[in-house]
């Protein structure tokens, strides 16, 4: 079974600062792979997404991923953190190709971003 | 437009009572998703519904556990006999299509049973 590995529960950046949260992933061919952000009482919304093409992907708010197959990893990014960014942080990936069944997403158990003024 | 609803916002429960969550699917969107928010287990995928075909129900926690969607579009989470472990957020999400496309979330039911 496919499974997803966030190492860093809680992450502590400074406000203007460059950002990394690292995501591992264990499957025996490329997944679809996302990154989603939680904010507090806050439903999942996604950042960005990788399908198959540019292993760069760029996302929404200024973020953006980089898939590496020999890593199986998926590093989300982001050049100079704002303070708004602090929320939970997901990767996720979808085993479940097109016109196939739906395994639904399988989570890693998140990132926390806190933001130092 | 519109994004996926969730209600009721937040519910509190009794030990052993039923109750149920429900969800409207972004308009057009044929697939549709339930998963489980809990601080000990993270996020888990409960079950999906493509269209008005029966769903795999083998990602439910337990027999108490139903869901139903009716006419290819709302959805409805029916826990019965609640525990305590039960509480969690429950979110909902849909894509146009199933299989690989991307899934869209609603803001969640969060369930206390007391």
């Known amino acids: 079974a496919q499974s997803v590995t966030q190492p860093d529960i809680h992450i502590t950046v400074s406000e203007g600062a460059s950002l990394e949260l690292r995501c591992n992933y264990s499957?025996?061919?490329?997944?679809?792979l996302f990154w989603y952000v939680q904010s507090p009482g806050q439903g999942l919304q996604l950042l960005l997404k990788y399908f198959s093409g540019d292993t760069l992907v760029q996302g929404i708010k200024g973020f953006e991923a980089e898939f590496k197959r020999s890593q199986s990893s998926f590093n989300l990014r982001k050049p100079s953190v704002h303070w708004s960014d602090a929320a939970e942080y997901f990767c996720a990936v979808d085993t479940s190709y097109s016109g196939g069944g739906a395994d639904g997403l399988t989570f890693g158990k998140g990132t926390h971003l806190i933001i130092q003024p | 437009g519109a994004g996926v609803s969730q209600s009721p916002s937040n519910k509190v429960t009794e030990k052993g009572k039923d109750v149920e969550l429900r969800c409207d699917p972004i308009s057009g969107h044929t697939a549709l998703y339930w998963y489980r928010q809990s601080l000990g287990q993270g996020l888990e995928f409960l079950i999906y519904f493509q269209g008005n075909s029966a769903p795999d129900k083998s990602g439910l926690p337990s027999d108490r556990f139903s869901a139903e969607r009716t006419g290819g579009s709302v959805s409805t989470l029916t826990i019965q006999r609640t525990q305590q472990e039960d509480s969690a957020v429950y979110l909902c999400a849909s894509s146009y299509l199933g299989g690989g496309e991307t899934q869209y979330f609603g803001p969640g039911t969060r369930l206390l049973v007391l």
């Open positions: 499957y025996g061919a490329t997944p679809y």
